[in-house]
């Protein structure tokens, strides 16, 4: 078990539920804490967990803090810079990377060159520039353990046997979000309401809507391949609507196991914290006499096309990946603003794609370029 956290993005889904965690476990204290403007929820965390260090997106977000938790020992700071500096805090052992989108990236770097354990919940980060990070990790002898629940479910599938030899397929589980079943038609007319009305989780607006468009699924697909070390002929997705079966392995034999629990990210995220130990969680308890029948289907790439583009870029790599990354966050941003339609998504991330310059072995900064360049492909396409 981990003796001491920091949490970025502490003020969002999973960041609150770390947080929760956290509370639960008296061993563990906080080092530092990050958010993006919510000021208000960041100096009641603050009060409540008494961390090193809190930083805030903007300065004037940090100045704000610094009023209202002026009577605390709390050092505040703001920005990249802030956000690296509570990822490589001296005193924590462990940093939850809850944060959205790239921003992830560098301060999943710095936590890595200071040999920290990663709860990984930044998808992006391995989209991105995944190959850089395992390598980092390996280099470092650092530990990534995915907050994710389906590759928690992975993960814990696999703690008897790491080998990816012994591997045949990885199967993640997919609840189809809130648009299943619906033909193309009804697609064109869905709204933002409509998309952010997930059956199952309770998420933050972005990972909600990557869900309707099943975009979450092929970034978890990209996540799967970094992380196990396999390609994407071997990480397959099925939908299952009940969120029961997190994820599956299926082994050379033919043997195939699975984790099994109530749609709860409590239980991956406490994992993270006390592996290779478990500890009691606060999380309902499965009844499989009361659940219902689990089903299983293939998704429908052809309506929800973002599943079969991030395949695409999976099996390109490069910079491929970032910038389809890139532009799905821009292209989200415009949905949830209103501005674009739920078929847009799909037709700007692809135009971005094809109109990134592509880069086979990419550096760090490559990386960044192609997301910077996707982005902006995105509002020329408007």
Same mark, same amino acid.
């Given at each position: 078990m981990v003796k001491c956290v920091s949490v970025l993005g502490s003020t969002g889904s999973i960041g609150r539920q770390s947080l929760d965690i956290i509370g639960r476990l008296p061993e563990i204290r906080v080092a530092a804490l990050s958010a993006g403007s919510d000021v208000e929820r960041m100096a009641q965390q603050c009060r409540r967990f008494r961390p090193e260090l809190a930083v805030m997106a903007t300065q004037e977000a940090a100045s704000r803090l610094a009023e209202a938790i002026s009577d605390l020992d709390i050092c505040i700071a703001w920005g990249e810079e802030g956000l690296i500096r509570a990822a490589a805090m001296e005193s924590a052992d462990c940093v939850i990377t809850a944060v959205v989108g790239m921003v992830g990236l560098k301060p999943t770097l710095a936590a890595i060159r200071a040999g920290k354990r990663i709860g990984l919940a930044n998808k992006e980060t391995l989209v991105c520039a995944g190959e850089l990070v395992m390598a980092e990790a390996e280099k470092y002898g650092v530990e990534i353990i995915p907050v994710d629940s389906e590759h928690s479910a992975i993960f814990q599938c696999l703690m008897g046997n790491r080998s990816k030899d012994q591997i045949r397929r990885l199967i993640l589980t997919c609840s189809g979000g809130p648009f299943f079943g619906m033909d193309e038609e009804q697609l064109k007319t869905v709204t933002k309401a409509d998309a952010l009305k997930h059956p199952n989780w309770k998420m933050g607006a972005k990972i909600t809507v990557d869900c309707a468009t099943l975009m979450n699924k092929g970034l978890e697909v990209i996540e799967a391949m970094r992380l196990y070390g396999l390609p994407a002929e071997q990480v397959d997705v099925v939908i299952h609507r009940q969120s029961i079966v997190h994820s599956m392995v299926e082994f050379v034999d033919g043997a195939v196991m699975a984790q099994l629990g109530t749609p709860d990210m409590r239980l991956p995220i406490q994992l993270a914290l006390t592996y290779p130990d478990r500890a009691p969680c606060p999380v309902d308890r499965l009844d499989l006499l009361t659940c219902g029948d689990l089903t299983f289907r293939k998704p429908d790439t052809r309506r929800f096309p973002c599943l079969a583009l991030a395949y695409e870029c999976a099996k390109r790599g490069g910079t491929a990946c @970032? &910038?389809?990354?890139? /532009?799905? !966050? !821009? &292209?989200v941003a415009l949905f949830l603003a209103d501005k674009i339609g739920f078929y847009d998504i799909y037709r700007l991330v692809?135009? /971005?794609? !094809? /109109?990134? @310059?592509?880069? !086979?072995? @990419?550096?760090l900064e490559q990386i960044l370029e192609a997301d910077r360049l996707a982005r902006k492909a995105v509002a020329h396409g408007l």
């Open positions: @970032p &910038a389809m990354n890139g /532009a799905n !966050e !821009e &292209a692809r135009t /971005a794609v !094809e /109109a990134v @310059p592509f880069v !086979e072995n @990419p550096t």
